[in-house]
């Protein structure tokens, strides 16, 4: 079963929006959750990740808010631009083993 | 070189055919992964090797898959009999030293289509 619950699927932000995917996770011994950008054709890349000790982290237009008591993260991605047009991956690892989520298809309209 | 590499990019075999799918990591990095991709699906963990350690296989969805890692660098994914469920991505990942909170580096993985 997943383990990790992603959503939206897909969206679809005029330039200059703020896109807002979120991630839901039932496993408390995940410790580490990270982002990773996927463009067509490209493998993931890891964009920016967060341990469960914080609450936030911010790197550039990105930043993960995450809430350990209702066990959800999400990613915000401000000022979005064209070049921002992606599929999203959420992750939550234990160890080595990530978990991913379906993913979510970002459309940035120009 | 520069990231990890897969070959071939694609591949497509008839339903019953052995096929064998190759990951050369990033020089230097000890732990090795594969995944897999389905379409509208994240990524499905299927192996880990590290170092000299036994792989974490339990990924593996089924005995007709299998891999191996030689000389603690190239790895070989191999499906046997495959069948059209098999049809997916295969990316493998590399990262510098396995365990917690360590950036896995992908491939662009090998489109493997079955018919």
């Known amino acids: 079963q997943q383990q990790v619950k992603q959503s939206p699927q897909s969206l679809i932000v005029q330039k200059g929006g703020i896109s807002i995917i979120n991630c839901a996770y039932e496993?408390?011994?995940?410790?580490?959750f990270p982002w990773y950008q996927q463009f067509p054709g490209k493998g993931p890349a890891l964009l920016i990740a967060?341990?469960?000790?914080?609450s936030e982290k911010k790197e550039g237009r990105f930043t993960i808010s995450f809430n350990k008591s209702a066990k959800q993260f999400s990613l915000h991605i401000m000022d979005s631009q064209p070049g921002d047009s992606a599929t999203y991956f959420c992750a939550a690892s234990i160890d080595y083993k990530l978990s991913f989520g379906a993913g979510t298809t970002v459309t940035v309209r120009a | 070189g520069a990231g990890v590499s897969q070959s071939p990019s694609n591949k497509v075999t008839e339903k019953g055919k052995d096929v064998e799918l190759r990951c050369d990591p990033i020089s230097g990095h000890t732990a090795l992964y594969w995944y897999r991709q389905s379409l509208g699906q994240g990524l499905e963990f299927l192996i880990y090797f590290q170092g000299n350690s036994a792989p974490d296989k339990s990924g593996l969805p089924s005995d007709r898959f299998s891999a191996e890692r030689t000389g603690g660098s190239v790895s070989t994914l191999t499906i046997q009999r495959t069948q059209q469920e098999d049809s997916a991505v295969y990316l493998c990942?590399?990262?510098?030293?396995?365990?917690?909170?360590?950036?896995?580096?992908f491939g662009q993985g090998t489109r493997l289509t079955v018919v």
């Open positions: 496993n408390t011994a995940f410790d580490y």
């Open positions: 967060i341990r469960p000790d914080v």
């Open positions: 990942a590399s990262s510098p030293w396995g365990g917690a909170n360590t950036e896995a580096f």
